[in-house]
Each structure stands twice: as structure tokens, then as C-alpha cells.
Nanobody, 115 residues
Framework: VQLQASGGGLVQPGGSLRLSCAAS????????MGWYRQAPGKQRELVAR???????NYADSVKDRFTIARDNAKDTVYLQMNSLKPEDTAVYFC??????????WGQGTQVTVSS
């Protein structure tokens, strides 16, 4: 499975961005897709994830601001980020879990929230 992420950039506080991640290769058994982020000097953390049924989980810090969605037909996951804050600044990584144990990561896309 290969993951190609896009959509990062520079945005002012309060603004919005939409990240996309397209999976290719052997995608039939992708169970979970999601987004993690890593800020400088911090550990990588879960932002949001969505399973094939559509059930989603969010980090408390992004609830009510971020929305994850998945297009199973296109093997693509989206992260709509609204009301962005400077503390959302990080490299965002797309993630896919195949079955229960095989993890795949995208290349990361930078999100910078600054005035």
C-alpha cells in the first residue's frame, strides 16, 4: 500500500485546510485510515481515524473543529480542519492499517498556522 498525502500549507489562525490522502496498491483490506501529526520536539500523536464502516475517533484537541471522511470507492481519506490554531502546526501523516497488524505511512505534509 502506498499513501500519497496532499493539502498542507500555511494558514492564519481561524482558517481552514483540507488534507487528502489517496491509497494505492493492494487496498482491498485496508481497515483503518487516519491522520497523525508530529510537532517539533513532540511525539507523533493521533489526530483522527476512521474505519471502513465509517465510525470515527478524534483527539480531544481537535473535536468539533476537524472532520475526517473516507471515500472507500476512491481509497481516499480526507481531513477537513477548521478553526485552526497555532498549536495545530505540525507535520501531518496519513496512516493506513491493513488487517490488524500492517501499518503504512504517507510521506507527511506540513501544516503551519501562523499570522
Amino acid at each position: 500500500v502506498q499513501l500519497q498525502a496532499s493539502g498542507g500549507g500555511l494558514v492564519q489562525p481561524g482558517g481552514s485546510l483540507r488534507l487528502s490522502c489517496a491509497a494505492s496498491g493492494t487496498t482491498a483490506n485496508i481497515n483503518v485510515m487516519g491522520w497523525y501529526r508530529q510537532a517539533p520536539g513532540k511525539q507523533r500523536e493521533l489526530v483522527a481515524r476512521i474505519i471502513s464502516t465509517g465510525d470515527a475517533n478524534y483527539a480531544d484537541s481537535v473535536k468539533d473543529r476537524f472532520t475526517i471522511a473516507r471515500d472507500n470507492a476512491k481509497d481516499t481519506v480526507y481531513l477537513q480542519m477548521n478553526s485552526l490554531k497555532p498549536e495545530d502546526t505540525a507535520v501531518y501523516f496519513c496512516h493506513a492499517l491493513v488487517g490488524r497488524t500492517r501499518d503504512y505511512w504517507g510521506q507527511g505534509t506540513q501544516v503551519t498556522v501562523s499570522s
